[in-house]
């Protein structure tokens, strides 16, 4: 197992190195909080903290950023707190301990044995009951798996109707821009919707600079239209501004009614406060494609990512 002293800090414990962690088996457990694939994992690495921390499991869970604002530690202990993390947490700033473990995504698992050695390892959702029964084999026991049940944000994807891939907006990773007119701004430009978007385009309205992480509005009233069929649609936001920053979503030219997600009223009307994934759709009966317009009623928005499932 490669050393966890890079850490820029640790939130819930005092810093574990070889001595403490000599007989133990660990998991380590690389996350960032906007990664809509981690939060529909964590419900089950919280559920194996508690149910094997008896038997000898330690869990620890890496914090390394994947957007500029997530390095700060504020917003990570809020994180730690709205998904009720109560193993140790790792603040990786400087990425030291992702270099140490060569790692490369979010989220990943690394399981390691008694004596140090990294048994086995997984990227991405999925696989659980394999992961689960490595660490009972690790551990020496053999029981029933523990029952687990993600709800809200941490519930499964509907992979079956899923078809729209997650897009980035900064012009460092941009894709599936229906107008990329000047995508790689360091200045505000005018963008125009276009009249019709294809499945898995998006467009932009109004007055917006292209950075490399993220589109940032600059006045008010910018439009976001996403072509999409998924049962979810979540977005990834920050803002410029010290105020907060009030936005209205359409599903198809209408109020989102029942099919709002958890960041939005049935009305379509939501406030972005602090950088984190918003959830704007939540459709409960047939799932199809829609046509997504967010329109930010004030300037200073930052948006870095769509993501769905």
Known sequence: MPSLGGATGWLGSEPLGPAELRGHVVLVN???????NWLRQEPYVRAWSRAYRDDGL????????????EHDVDRVRQAITERAIDYPVVVDNDYDVWRAFDNHYWPALYLVDADG??????????????????????????????????VGVEAPADWEHLRTPESYLGYGRSTHLASPNRPALDEAAVYELPRFLQLNHWALDGAWTIGQEHARLERAGGTIAYRFQARDAHVVLSRATPEPIRFHVLLDGEAPGASHGVDVDEDGHGVLR??????LVRQHEEVRERTLELTFLDPGVEVYLFTFG
């Open 30 to 36: 690389f996350w960032t909080l906007t990664c809509i």
């Open 58 to 69: 330690v869990v620890i869970g890496v914090h390394t950023p994947e957007f500029g604002f």
């Open 117 to 150: 050695v990294i048994r086995d390892h997984h990227f991405g959702e999925g696989r659980y009951e394999q992961s689960e029964r490595t660490i009972q084999r690790l551990l020496g026991i053999e029981r029933a798996l523990v029952a687990v049940e993600g």
């Open 274 to 279: 602090e950088g984190r994934m918003y959830g």
